[in-house]
């Protein structure tokens, strides 16, 4: 089989050229993320389950690191080929001119996802990559970078399915799902990009109250003042795999970094209440609060859920994430707690807006009300859903079959 045209020939001058942008994110996470991309000015060409396909440059990738909240990953394309096994995979690789993207002095790490008949085991894959880069700047300049498994340097990614190969450079390194402020992670805690992607999905509108009781150590709470005042996730990064290439333009990188700061608004009378019955969890929340710089735009309480004080005459958003079942104990209490749970909503946040995201459909059936929206989400391999409320006064508590 011939091989495909790369995508660059000659010399490859990395921050001049245009490629493929693949934005990687969780399961259920793309139609948010694609929202952000759009609201940043980029047009999506492809939106898969896991990802979102664009085209554009490496300062793209920048200013896509710094902003996106609900990402994982942003690679961007280098070459494709045709490869039936791994020597053919070494064979092609040997021509890339790796000296143009890697410091002959500098560091690499080798990532991949390989669907090939050839290929049993995927490191083996990476090995071929990382022998073939190491080998071709051998055969060039006498001397190799190092390598291994940590992602704080340059990154090269492998995509590798049947007979067809293409390389990605790694833009982010380290993953953008975790935003970086959350210095105490406190019990089982929702990774923050998901945390992002739901708060996404609400209709809540960034200046009406938001209530997070059971509150655990706030990722909810604390993203929700990252949002409302426009802070983005770069402000609490400073390493990224982009920062390492060759020709990376540091002052290109300050500017936009700087931009992220002038972004911040104020919100006048912005109420975020989170409240816990942990005093440990309070406790954490503050911490990571404050390593956000969002301590000051959240009031925390400790206390059962049912002592939340929920602003009068306002129209805002009252969100719970309660145990799923595994950690709190046996499922009869939990079932007794989400029915409180729903009484809580109906009898205390009338004109709200309310929210449950759990991953027991069983347990979400004692709530008692009827959902308007059931939005589909994981949290690692759990199948979880948002459930939305519409609280009108009088609502009548029912008995309703969910999924």
Known sequence: MPFLLPIFAATMQLFKITSRIIVTCSNRLSPFLQQEIIELGFTPIRVFKTGVELMGTLEDCIKLNL????????????????????????????????EDIIAVDGYFSITSNVDNATINNSLFANVKVKDAIADRFRNRTGQRPNSGPELD???IHLYWKEEVAELFVDTSGETLSKHGYRKIPGKA??????????????????????INPMCGSSTLAIEAALLATQRKPGLFRNNYSFMHLVGFDL???????????????????????????????VN????????????????????????????ADQSGVIYFNPEYGDRLGVEAELEITYGRIGDFMKQQCKGYTGYIFTGNLELAKKIGLKPKRRIEFYTSKIDCRLFEYELYAGTKRIDIVQS
């Not at 805690?189 to 938001?210: G, Q, Y």
């Not at 992220?260 to 969890?281: H, N, P, Q, R, Y």
Request: aromatic share 8%; glycine share 4%; net charge negative.
């Open 251 to 281: 002052e290109m990188y300050e500017e936009q970094r700087k931009k992220l700061d002038e972004a911040i608004i104020e919100v006048s009378g912005l109420k975020i209440i989170a409240t816990d019955i942990s005093g440990d969890a």
């Open 189 to 210: 805690p929702m990774l923050e990009a998901l945390a992002a992607a739901t708060l996404l999905a609400t209709k809540w509108d960034r200046k009406s109250p938001f």
């Open 67 to 98: 902003h996106l909240r609900c990402a994982s990953q942003i690679l961007f394309s280098i070459n494709e080929f045709a490869a039936r096994n791994a020597e053919e995979l070494y064979n092609y690789l040997l021509h890339i001119e790796w």
């Open 153 to 155: 340097k340059v990154v």
């Open 284 to 311: 954490i929340s503050k911490v990571n609060a404050a390593a956000a710089g969002v301590e000051d735009l959240i009031e925390f309480a400790v206390g059962d859920f049912e002592t939340t004080l929920i602003p």
